[in-house]
């Protein structure tokens, strides 16, 4: 049965932690199954691993490992950085976005309305003479400022 534990990491680093410890992993072929650094975990990544043993062979000598934090992590307290979030889930109203793909291509906007239902945003373009509205999936752009208003 695997285990979940926390390793502390320089911030911003943990990217290469985690890629130096799949190396180490391999080589050694370690009991580790999974290695996961989310971006809102700073300064740790989360292990699999069939216990502490292999997870300390696996960081043993690896540059920006700052320690394990005692104890295992439960499944969920990890779950919910394992399930992606929808694109419309993270833009708000008043962020300004750039249309990636569709006719308004490489169009800033400002996004007037979000319909989480239908993944959709209704959107303000900022170079048109008249502020028409336009209604875009989610998925086809990219937030450039995320500043309210």
């Known amino acids: 049965m695997s285990k979940f534990f926390a390793v502390k990491t320089t911030a911003n680093q943990e990217r290469l932690v985690a890629n130096l410890m799949d190396m180490a992993v391999r080589k050694h072929k370690l009991e580790v199954y999974s290695i996961l650094a989310p971006k809102e975990l700073r300064g740790y990544i989360i292990v699999e691993a069939e216990d502490m043993q292999n997870v300390l062979r696996a960081i043993r000598g690896l540059p920006h490992v700052k320690g394990v934090v005692r104890g295992e992590i439960n499944f969920n307290e990890v ?26 291509k490489g169009e800033m906007a400002i996004v007037k309305r ?3 239902a239908k ?9 048109a003479v008249v502020p028409i509205p ?4 989610a998925d086809h752009v990219r937030v450039i400022d995320k500043r309210e208003g």
């Open 114 to 116: 979000v319909d989480t």
């Open 79 to 104: 779950e919910h950085f394992l399930t992606p979030k929808r694109a419309v889930e993270q833009i708000k109203e008043g962020y300004t976005v750039e249309i990636v793909s569709g006719p308004f």
């Open 134 to 137: 336009v209604t875009v999936k």
């Open 119 to 127: 993944n959709e945003i209704t959107v303000e373009l900022l170079d």
